[in-house]
């Protein structure tokens, strides 16, 4: 996790630049600066330390804010000169009051996942019964959409037993699809159930 070969001396004051990471959501918190001893005292610490430029000193993140960044890993680049930090914040990272320092809220996304539940979401709120089909489900109420999802499980299943890969991943699809309906339409999605399996774990 740590490396001893980092090259400090490769830009201007010794610094090489930290991007820090979310561990849990993956996302990419803050940029930051450090010399050789901000990052000893980062792994010694376990709680992230940066060199300020403008302070001209040693800073851990969080020592006036009590938002403290955790160190749960440490990756260099193929050259040795920036770090990847991952991390578990205790609370927003920019001193704006945000989760990130790009405005951006810090939470789970599923990539194309997230884009289709927004999507669903819209339908729901503003699509026409007649010409979309996930305002239809809606229209018809849970009991329907609950009965999609039984009959999309049990094509699915059908669908394991046979050898075509095609199919199988059709009706996967198709299962997945009508889950997030069904999931939307019982007021919760994707992070509520990810939440507990993490629980689980």
Same mark, same amino acid.
């Given at each position: 996790m740590?490396?001893n070969? /980092?090259n400090?001396?490769?830009?201007?004051?010794?610094? @090489?630049?930290?991007?820090i990471q979310?561990a849990?959501?993956?996302?990419? =918190?803050?940029l930051?600066y450090?010399n050789?001893?901000?990052?000893?005292?980062?792994?010694?610490?376990?709680?992230?330390?940066?060199?300020?430029?403008?302070?001209?000193? =040693?800073w851990?993140?969080?020592?006036?804010?009590?938002?403290?960044?955790? =160190?749960?890993s440490?990756e260099?680049d193929?050259?040795n000169?920036?770090l990847l930090i991952?991390v578990n914040p205790?609370?927003?990272?920019?001193h704006?009051g945000?989760d990130?320092?790009?405005q951006?809220?810090?939470r789970?996304?599923?990539?194309?996942?997230?884009?289709l539940?927004?999507?669903i979401?819209l339908?729901?709120?503003?699509?026409d !019964?007649?010409?979309?089909? @996930? !305002?239809? /489900?809606?229209?018809?109420? @849970?009991n329907?959409?609950?009965?999609k999802?039984?009959?999309? !499980? @049990?094509?699915?299943?059908?669908?394991t037993?046979?050898?075509?890969?095609?199919?199988?991943?059709?009706?996967?699809?198709?299962? /997945?699809?009508?889950?997030?309906i069904?999931?939307n339409?019982?007021?919760?999605?994707?992070?509520?159930?990810?939440k507990?399996?993490?629980?689980r774990?």
């Amino acid at each position: 996790m740590f490396k001893n070969n /980092l090259n400090f001396n490769k830009n201007p004051g010794n610094l @090489i630049p930290a991007i820090i990471q979310d561990a849990q959501t993956k996302t990419v =918190l803050m940029l930051g600066y450090m010399n050789e001893e901000a990052y000893q005292q980062t792994i010694s610490s376990q709680k992230v330390t940066f060199f300020s430029r403008t302070k001209n000193r =040693l800073w851990t993140k969080g020592e006036e804010s009590g938002n403290f960044l955790y =160190l749960v890993s440490i990756e260099a680049d193929c050259d040795n000169d920036t770090l990847l930090i991952r991390v578990n914040p205790t609370g927003p990272v920019c001193h704006t009051g945000s989760d990130t320092c790009w405005q951006q809220p810090n939470r789970t996304t599923y990539g194309f996942l997230l884009d289709l539940e927004n999507t669903i979401q819209l339908r729901k709120e503003n699509g026409d !019964a007649e010409s979309s089909y @996930i !305002a239809s /489900l809606f229209a018809k109420g @849970i009991n329907k959409i609950a009965q999609k999802v039984g009959e999309e !499980a @049990i094509e699915m299943v059908i669908e394991t037993k046979d050898s075509n890969d095609d199919l199988f991943l059709n009706e996967s699809a198709d299962l /997945l699809f009508h889950y997030l309906i069904l999931l939307n339409a019982k007021g919760y999605n994707l992070n509520d159930v990810v939440k507990i399996l993490k629980e689980r774990s």
